[in-house]
């Protein structure tokens, strides 16, 4: 099982009747094993923290956080509710561990900070996932062996231990500081039509011995240290900087589910622009990349499921629409959700107020559910500027979220459960359109959203404040609306997904993969058997990129069905397959390529579990199981003579845009292909002065006539512009020079 170890500690805790006297409690009531295992299944990326405190970390350091797949997650800091970390939990009559009774308190039942009072896991947290990793070799260089290039396993192989068809299911019971157990299952799809959302479902069961009165649970989604896997070339936090540094806090913010004829609870976000800077940033337009949009998704959660009255018995619980009763944006600061405000119970009264909707009253949604308390949308307010209707809001403040509130539900007795269910994640414009829509608008040629239901809003409320009135911004900013129907359409197969028991078609194996850069192009080896013993198995599909850079794409190179398919006996690293060979041609010789094998199933036209947009459709294998991270580089054929040898670009301009096209760091496109090569040669690279700066052995083990000089000296400095001669010695004393030129 792959759970990170994050720390081991003992809570130091209470100041008693003003005096100094420090309580080491170190026994269970504020022990927590503190692991973390990791989400990581379909495009929403998320950490499950078994205590239900924080975890800092970096999908960087997990391994492989893929790009051009669009993977998010937040790093789970500050009691984000994704996976059920962070709930804020609030009743009239608690009780806290020194006896004092608290007429209204909320309690954030993380253990990470000293005001909570601490938790203990009861039972342990367990990480399955259905599929073993698959193999994956990739022979990159050419002049090293084979290497095994898969990420290590995050959750133990086990389709039993699957709910209905997801892919990777976490559970893990802890005790909360109201006496409260809370029992959670986080669970995700790999399918392409279920990819972008997880789901928590989460049991409170009173075990505190008495009745909590007027009780609420309340969760928090933010939109603040989020990772995003759209890239890297700018950081976001080098986009504008100043007070822009961090965009992502610049959000509009939207509740569908308050008033009569809502058919979702959906709570989402999505960018805003900067009212502190002229022009128009919403969906953060890269202009150094074309104007590639940054920012284009919306984050969401939508509730599948809230108990309507506190329950002993399963088949008692009833859901309630009219739950979450209580929505609203708040700034941290602003309610005193901090440390030091939170430490006393003197303070937690105004808490507990936020919490059952007191902020929800000062600018109340018009026409909700009677009875429920909903602030207006910071998007309805006819305002540009995001933060003018949300006091204590704007730029300075970082922590800011939405939250909502279960509640109240008047007696919660000891023994009574409260079961909900929600799904967090994200839609919006993919990367590709983002790309598209960004350059489009940058020059002037971007065309309007076709058929929006608003011609001057598109799908944004009827009287949303553009930042501009331009009308090439508009038209950007109608592409960015179009996430709103995205939202509503992955929130509707999420709902779907529960109401038919989790049983959405399942996604197939994923297959074993080698890949080698040959004289011939790139042969890609693969194997999924049991995807091909799979009802309705339709084929494979080879996927392949150039290069690394924030703005290429995986694309369709190939795809076979069933009948097309002739199988072999194959190897992928030492283990015999009977698979298949392809060998892919059509590509520039040198170049940088990352490839990709899915094995595909056609869903049903009849299968009545399906979300009816996909009946008939195609789904192939996750995308985040085969890890490749790594490039490969054709190679050509070994060269005849020595004065066959080729030297390009010759001359080498640092600037050329050809180079680009060989999947170059546009940063720093360093390459020089020496063409031609024999099976065995050194090759020693001197000034224009007879300094040798750099030997290069070449005799690869796939015997190939091409080799990739990253223009680095034997010193691994880079050389300057100039003029270079290379000499060429076979091990049979042959020797021919070739002259150089490098522009820098």
Same mark, same amino acid.
């Given at each position: 099982?792959?759970?990170?170890?994050?720390?081991?500690?003992?809570?130091?805790?209470?100041?008693?009747?003003?005096?100094?006297?420090?309580?080491?409690?170190?026994?269970?009531?504020?022990?927590?094993?503190?692991?973390?295992?990791?989400?990581?299944?379909?495009?929403?990326?998320?950490?499950?923290?078994?205590?239900?405190?924080?975890?800092?970390?970096?999908?960087?350091?997990?391994?492989?956080?893929?790009?051009?797949?669009?993977?998010?997650?937040?790093? =789970?800091? !500050?009691? &984000?509710?994704?996976? @059920?970390?962070?709930?804020?939990?609030?009743?009239?009559?608690? /009780?806290? #561990?020194? +006896?004092?009774?608290?007429?209204?308190?909320?309690?954030?039942?993380?253990?990470?900070?000293?005001?909570?009072?601490?938790?203990?896991?009861?039972?342990?947290?367990?990480?399955?996932?259905?599929?073993?990793?698959?193999?994956?070799?990739?022979?990159?260089?050419?002049?090293?062996?084979?290497?095994?290039?898969?990420?290590?396993?995050?959750? =133990?192989? !086990?389709? &039993?231990?699957?709910? @209905?068809?997801?892919?990777?299911?976490?559970?893990?019971?802890? /005790?909360? #500081?109201? +006496?409260?157990?809370?029992?959670?299952?986080?669970?995700?799809?790999?399918?392409?039509?279920?990819?972008?959302?997880?789901?928590?479902?989460?049991?409170?069961?009173?075990?505190?011995?008495?009745?909590?009165?007027?009780?609420?649970?309340?969760?928090?989604?933010?939109?603040?240290?989020?990772?995003?896997?759209?890239?890297?070339?700018?950081? =976001?936090? !080098?986009?504008?900087?100043?007070?822009?540094?961090?965009?992502?806090?610049?959000?509009?913010?939207?509740?569908?589910?308050?008033?009569?004829?809502?058919?979702?609870?959906?709570?989402?976000?999505?960018?805003?622009?900067?009212?502190?800077?002229?022009?128009?940033?919403?969906?953060?337009?890269?202009?150094?990349?074309?104007?590639?949009?940054?920012?284009?998704?919306?984050?969401?959660?939508?509730?599948?499921?809230?108990?309507?009255?506190?329950?002993?018995?399963?088949?008692?619980?009833?859901?309630?629409?009219?739950?979450?009763?209580?929505?609203?944006?708040?700034?941290?600061?602003?309610?005193?959700?901090?440390?030091?405000?939170?430490?006393?119970?003197?303070?937690?009264?105004?808490?507990?107020?936020?919490?059952?909707?007191?902020?929800?009253?000062?600018?109340?949604?018009?026409?909700?559910?009677?009875?429920?308390?909903?602030?207006?949308?910071?998007?309805?307010?006819?305002?540009?500027?995001?933060?003018?209707?949300?006091?204590?809001?704007?730029?300075?403040?970082?922590?800011?979220?939405?939250?909502?509130?279960?509640?109240?539900?008047?007696?919660?007795?000891?023994?009574?459960?409260?079961?909900?269910?929600?799904?967090?994640?994200?839609?919006?414009?993919?990367?590709?359109?983002?790309?598209?829509?960004?350059?489009?608008?940058?020059?002037?040629?971007?065309?309007?959203?076709?058929?929006?239901?608003?011609?001057?809003?598109?799908?944004?409320?009827?009287?949303?404040?553009?930042?501009?009135?331009?009308?090439?911004?508009?038209?950007?900013?109608?592409?960015?609306?179009?996430?709103?129907?995205?939202?509503?359409?992955?929130?509707?197969?999420?709902?779907?997904?529960?109401?038919?028991?989790?049983?959405?078609?399942?996604?197939?194996?994923?297959?074993?993969?080698?890949?080698?850069?040959?004289?011939?192009?790139?042969?890609?080896?693969?194997?999924?058997?049991?995807?091909?013993?799979?009802?309705?198995?339709?084929?494979?599909?080879?996927?392949?990129?150039?290069?690394?850079?924030?703005?290429?794409?995986?694309?369709?190179?190939?795809?076979?069905?069933?009948?097309?398919?002739?199988?072999?006996?194959?190897?992928?690293?030492?283990?015999?397959?009977?698979?298949?060979?392809?060998?892919?041609?059509?590509?520039?010789?040198?170049?940088?390529?990352?490839?990709?094998?899915?094995?595909?199933?056609?869903?049903?036209?009849?299968?009545?579990?399906?979300?009816?947009?996909?009946?008939?459709?195609?789904?192939?294998?996750?995308?985040?199981?085969?890890?490749?991270?790594?490039?490969?580089?054709?190679?050509?054929?070994?060269?005849?003579?020595?004065?066959?040898?080729?030297?390009?670009?010759?001359?080498?301009?640092?600037?050329?845009?050809?180079?680009?096209?060989?999947?170059?760091?546009?940063?720093?496109?360093?390459?020089?292909?020496?063409?031609?090569?024999?099976?065995?040669?050194?090759?020693?690279?001197?000034?224009?002065?007879?300094?040798?700066?750099?030997?290069?052995e070449h005799a690869p083990l796939s015997k190939a006539g091409l080799y990739q000089w990253n223009m680095l000296t034997d010193n691994q400095q880079a050389i300057s512009s100039g003029i270079y001669i290379a000499v060429f010695e076979t091990p049979e004393g042959e020797v021919s020079y070739q002259k150089f030129?490098?522009?820098?």
């Amino acid at each position: 099982m792959k759970i990170i170890n994050k720390r081991t500690k003992q809570k130091l805790l209470l100041v008693i009747n003003m005096t100094l006297l420090l309580v080491l409690f170190s026994g269970d009531f504020l022990q927590a094993d503190d692991q973390t295992a990791i989400i990581r299944m379909g495009k929403y990326w998320c950490g499950v923290v078994d205590d239900g405190g924080t975890a800092t970390f970096s999908y960087g350091s997990l391994s492989w956080f893929p790009n051009d797949y669009n993977c998010q997650g937040p790093t =789970v800091q !500050d009691g &984000t509710s994704q996976t @059920g970390s962070g709930f804020l939990m609030a009743a009239t009559n608690w /009780q806290d #561990p020194l +006896g004092n009774v608290i007429p209204k308190a909320a309690v954030l039942w993380s253990p990470d900070t000293d005001y909570n009072w601490g938790q203990m896991v009861t039972v342990p947290m367990t990480d399955y996932v259905r599929w073993p990793m698959p193999l994956n070799y990739i022979l990159q260089p050419a002049d090293t062996e084979v290497e095994n290039k898969q990420v290590e396993q995050w959750g =133990v192989p !086990d389709a &039993t231990k699957m709910i @209905g068809t997801c892919d990777q299911v976490v559970e893990v019971t802890t /005790q909360g #500081p109201m +006496g409260v157990e809370i029992h959670r299952k986080v669970f995700a799809w790999s399918q392409q039509y279920h990819d972008n959302y997880i789901v928590c479902d989460v049991t409170l069961t009173n075990k505190s011995g008495k009745t909590l009165t007027d009780f609420y649970l309340n969760l928090h989604q933010g939109n603040y240290y989020i990772s995003k896997a759209a890239g890297s070339d700018p950081s =976001v936090s !080098d986009l504008y900087g100043g007070s822009a540094a961090n965009p992502e806090r610049y959000t509009w913010h939207h509740y569908d589910g308050a008033k009569p004829g809502d058919s979702l609870r959906i709570y989402y976000m999505y960018h805003a622009d900067n009212p502190e800077r002229t022009g128009d940033q919403m969906g953060l337009p890269i202009y150094n990349q074309d104007g590639r949009l940054f920012l284009p998704e919306m984050h969401f959660y939508t509730i599948l499921h809230a108990s309507e009255k506190p329950y002993i018995n399963d088949g008692d619980d009833v859901d309630d629409f009219l739950q979450p009763k209580v929505t609203d944006v708040f700034s941290r600061p602003l309610v005193g959700l901090t440390e030091e405000y939170a430490k006393t119970n003197a303070n937690r009264p105004k808490l507990y107020d936020y919490v059952a909707g007191y902020s929800a009253t000062i600018n109340p949604t018009e026409g909700a559910f009677a009875g429920t308390f909903h602030q207006k949308p910071n998007d309805e307010f006819g305002e540009a500027n995001w933060s003018a209707s949300l006091p204590g809001l704007g730029s300075a403040s970082t922590f800011h979220s939405r939250y909502c509130s279960f509640g109240p539900y008047t007696e919660f007795k000891n023994g009574e459960k409260l079961h909900f269910i929600y799904a967090s994640g994200y839609a919006g414009l993919s990367l590709e359109k983002a790309k598209e829509v960004g350059e489009k608008w940058q020059n002037g040629t971007l065309e309007d959203v076709p058929n929006p239901p608003d011609p001057r809003t598109g799908y944004f409320p009827g009287n949303f404040a553009f930042p501009t009135n331009d009308e090439n911004d508009l038209r950007k900013n109608r592409w960015l609306s179009t996430g709103i129907d995205s939202v509503h359409k992955a929130a509707s197969r999420a709902k779907w997904n529960y109401e038919h028991n989790w049983q959405v078609p399942m996604a197939p194996e994923p297959p074993h993969m080698w890949v080698q850069g040959t004289g011939e192009g790139t042969e890609i080896r693969w194997a999924a058997p049991d995807a091909e013993s799979m009802d309705g198995f339709y084929g494979y599909r080879l996927l392949r990129r150039v290069g690394r850079s924030d703005t290429v794409f995986y694309q369709e190179v190939k795809h076979w069905t069933a009948d097309e398919l002739t199988a072999e006996p194959i190897e992928i690293g030492d283990t015999p397959f009977t698979g298949y060979k392809y060998i892919d041609e059509n590509i520039l010789w040198g170049a940088s390529y990352y490839y990709y094998v899915q094995a595909g199933v056609r869903v049903a036209e009849n299968d009545l579990n399906a979300y009816p947009t996909s009946r008939g459709k195609i789904l192939w294998s996750g995308r985040v199981w085969s890890t490749s991270r790594l490039n490969v580089s054709p190679e050509r054929a070994i060269g005849g003579k020595l004065t066959d040898i080729r030297i390009v670009p010759n001359p080498y301009n640092i600037a050329d845009p050809v180079l680009l096209g060989y999947g170059l760091d546009a940063d720093d496109p360093r390459m020089l292909l020496f063409f031609n090569l024999p099976a065995r040669c050194t090759i020693k690279i001197f000034t224009e002065s007879g300094d040798l700066i750099k030997t290069i052995e070449h005799a690869p083990l796939s015997k190939a006539g091409l080799y990739q000089w990253n223009m680095l000296t034997d010193n691994q400095q880079a050389i300057s512009s100039g003029i270079y001669i290379a000499v060429f010695e076979t091990p049979e004393g042959e020797v021919s020079y070739q002259k150089f030129i490098v522009v820098r």
